[in-house]
């Protein structure tokens, strides 16, 4: 946490050049799933170099030696990775986020327009259709795993992949909406207090593994250095 209080410091120190190239240097290292810990090393680096440049009077484009896409491939390389559990920890954060906002949304949105739905609120409860409840959680699972694999693979997305993901989505919607419909006649009561804790006690427990997971094994490799 201190190297991102320390990033976003020095990134408000630079001019408005150095700041969007620096934005554009971390957008696309990114996309490199770099280790977590090394990755906020690099980025307080680069935009400590970057500020060092304006002070002397140099370009930080000419610093680096090379357009910022060819400098960034070449720290990607030689860079520490995140490790196999880091992602499944990083994209389980993203889901219980989105999944977890599901019920809190419907709880309200159920609360201001009572009676368009076959969902009901009776005090902290909400129940709505299991098959309505499939299709939301679905679509939100899929959105966010889709949005992993495009970040992954593309650092501009082509149209055609943006075409398949959104695609996807929108497959998942009308699959679900239909299997929902057809063989989910029930209903799921949900008591939104207790499912709002749990989701942020969930989400806790993943941020604080990802972050040990990452700096154990960004300090591990520098020891080995060593």
């Not at 408000?12 to 906020?40: G, P, Q």
């Not at 304006?54 to 990775?81: P, Q, T, V």
Request: net charge positive; aromatic share 14%; charged share 20%.
């Amino acid at each position: 946490m201190a190297k991102t209080k320390e990033y976003i410091t020095l990134l408000s120190s630079l001019s408005k050049e150095n700041r969007k190239t620096i934005k554009k240097m971390h957008h696309y290292l990114e996309t490199c799933y770099i280790n977590e810990a090394v990755f906020e090393d690099m980025m307080c680096d680069l935009a400590g170099m970057a500020l060092e440049c304006e002070k002397s009077g140099e370009r930080f484009s000419e610093r680096i030696g090379m357009d910022y896409k060819s400098f960034c491939r070449e720290l990607a390389k030689s860079a520490k990775k995140q490790s196999v559990l880091e992602r499944i920890l990083d994209v389980s954060s993203w889901l219980l986020f989105f999944d977890g906002i599901i019920i809190p949304l419907l709880y309200i949105l159920y609360t201001v327009f009572f009676g368009f739905s076959s969902s009901y609120i009776e005090r902290l409860v909400i129940t709505a259709p299991a098959g309505q409840l499939l299709m939301y959680f679905s679509v939100s699972t899929v959105f966010i795993i889709g949005w992993f694999a495009v970040k992954r693979f593309t650092y501009n997305a082509q149209t055609v992949v943006l075409a398949i993901y959104i695609g996807g989505v929108l497959g998942t919607f009308l699959l679900t909406d239909f299997i929902g419909k057809k063989y989910m006649l029930g209903s799921v009561s949900v008591n939104i207090i207790y499912w709002t804790i749990a989701i942020a006690l969930l989400m806790l427990v993943c941020f604080l593994a990802k972050r040990l997971t990452a700096f154990r094994l960004a300090y591990r490799a520098e020891n080995r250095k060593k």
